[in-house]
């Protein structure tokens, strides 16, 4: 059977992680898969028609609250005989809205992996019922009295590796940039290492979606094995020659002997540049320390809002200033960039709290900002008590909608609206212009001493046995030599310069070692090394590390 996937972004951004996965799923069960992107400008009988052309037997719709107008108007226009399945957050928070559209057959509930496998085997077979987990079937009447329980949570290890290549060309992709976190479009490739998070903030849909799940009497997420993870990464490294990864994890995973494992690894078997986003509250020291000794370049949290009150009172979000601020000190001085995610016109925020969000970032200094407007999300403490209904009509635009009407709204005129939208959009504008003036990443940060990644093994032609050890200082590259001949000893990789003292030159390096008399075996190493950097860069040399 062939499965069209409509999925929707804001800003453009030709990929989604749940389409990725279930595209995975689909190949792998024997069916054809494609994705079909719709940006927020588009109209909606334009891209009715753009579906229409898939003659698909299956249409999978994978929809956010926002965005369920723009798909059930979609689905008003679509003049096709495909069966219709829509999963995602709205569909498993809100299923009685998403069954209200007469052109809906299947609604999944929770994670889609098995029950669209399923569904299709079912479908191509001409066998299909009501026994289906996870899956909320229309009958001639219409969809039953209640919606059926989740699929339970599947092995995260135990899925197909995510499907890249549905979207196109994927270094292609990379260069136009997929990234979220950062000030910079690069071309750092989404990856996931777990499923979940064990906070219970008040405006979030994680907290329900984990107990639609059956999860709500475990603090543990689904977390993948160390070494499956980075043997996946370096698989991906070596086909699509990314940047770096950008791990689209919740909340990345926090227990320390998961860390310290993941620190030990992924260096040694992956050794790109990395970024995670994680809770203020798990962020300690040592899971910093971990972090940026495994290659982070870039650290994620949400702050959302000024007012330490608000936070706490409103958001369930129990960050204090302090914690906020201990935090961002710690990175700075582990040399870790950092982005922030803020949220305004939030339920009772007034003006003065809202200039507090700009000063409390201020304070902070995060290297870069996302900031949104609050809106209510069926499902969430805030949402449930905000809002009659979800999440309104469809509508012939994907972009032509009003927000939803919140019971209880900000506390500001529309002069104090547009004065908190202009202080924070000032605020993000001086952040990018800043990041535009320095590279995105400083390839002379100190580092931590780590194992070498098999990326610098390899310029160096060296195996892991004879490199002990790698890290960077102000001098340079250090590496840590050992061999039968010598006791362990360190050797200095630096850029090429005039009138310094380097034991052996290449094109663009100095080799030297540290300490004296030298024993023969390590100088016939260096010598040898010499011969294989001939060509190489001291920025080649750290990317690789």
């Not at 023969?520 to 920025?539: E, K, V």
């Amino acid at each position: 059977m062939k499965v069209s996937f409509v999925f929707f972004t804001d800003p453009p951004r030709p990929f989604s992680s749940s389409v990725a996965q279930l595209a995975a799923v689909v190949r792998a069960a024997g069916h054809e898969a494609s994705a079909l992107e719709v940006g927020r400008e588009e109209r909606i009988v334009d891209v009715a028609r753009r579906l229409e052309a898939e003659a698909a037997d299956v249409v999978a719709i994978s929809s956010m609250t926002r965005d369920w107008p723009g798909a059930a108007g979609l689905l008003r226009e679509l003049e096709s005989d495909a069966f219709v399945v829509v999963g995602g957050y709205h569909a498993t928070m809100a299923p009685r809205d998403v069954a209200l559209s007469p052109r809906v057959d299947a609604i999944c509930i929770g994670e889609g992996e098995r029950p669209l496998a399923a569904l299709l085997d079912r479908l191509a077979t001409g066998t299909l019922d009501a026994s289906l987990p996870g899956l909320w079937l229309r009958a001639d009447a219409g969809f039953a009295d209640a919606p059926p329980a989740a699929d339970p949570e599947p092995v995260i290890d135990a899925l197909p590796r995510w499907d890249y290549e549905i979207f196109g060309d994927v270094r292609e992709l990379l260069g136009r940039g997929i990234n979220t976190f950062g000030p910079h479009v690069d071309g750092y490739l989404p990856v996931r290492a777990s499923r979940g998070c064990p906070f219970t903030c008040a405006y979030c849909s994680a907290p329900r979606w984990g107990k639609v799940l059956g999860l709500s009497d475990a603090r543990m997420k689904n977390v993948r094995d160390v070494s499956a993870l980075c043997e996946e990464l370096a698989d991906l490294r070596d086909r699509y020659a990314p940047e770096g990864f950008e791990f689209w994890d919740e909340h990345f995973p926090i227990p320390l002997a998961w860390l310290e494992a993941f620190a030990r690894a992924y260096p040694r078997r992956v050794g790109l540049p990395f970024k995670v986003e994680m809770h203020p509250n798990a962020a300690t020291r040592p899971r910093l320390e971990l972090l940026a000794e495994a290659g982070c370049v870039l650290f994620h949290c949400g702050v959302e809002a000024g007012d330490e009150a608000l936070r706490r009172d409103v958001l369930d979000r129990r960050s204090s200033d302090a914690r906020l601020e201990q935090l961002f000190a710690d990175c700075r001085e582990l040399g870790l960039p950092t982005s922030a995610s803020l949220m305004t016109m939030l339920p009772t925020e007034t003006r003065a709290q809202a200039h507090s969000t700009v000063s409390l970032l201020r304070k902070l200094r995060p290297g870069s900002i996302i900031w949104s407007t609050y809106q209510p999300l069926p499902g969430t403490v805030l949402g449930e008590a905000a809002v009659e209904a979800w999440p309104g009509p469809a509508r012939a635009t994907v972009d032509d909608y009003d927000d939803l009407v919140s019971r209880v709204p900000a506390d500001m005129t529309e002069l104090e609206r547009g004065e908190t939208f202009h202080e924070l959009a000032t605020l993000q504008n001086e952040l990018v212009t800043a990041a535009g003036q320095a590279p995105p990443r400083p390839l002379d940060r100190p580092t931590g001493k780590r194992a070498p990644s098999e990326g610098l093994l390899a310029l160096l032609g060296l195996s892991a046995a004879r490199v002990r050890s790698a890290r960077l200082d102000p001098s340079g590259l250090i590496l840590e030599l050992a061999a039968d001949s010598f006791e362990p000893r360190e050797i200095v990789l630096a850029p090429l310069e005039e009138g310094a003292r380097h034991y052996r030159r290449a094109q663009h390096l100095g080799l030297s070692y540290r300490g004296k008399d030298a024993p023969r075996a390590l100088l016939d190493c260096l010598d040898a090394m010499a011969l294989r950097l001939a060509s190489a860069t001291f920025t080649e040399l750290c990317a690789a590390l």
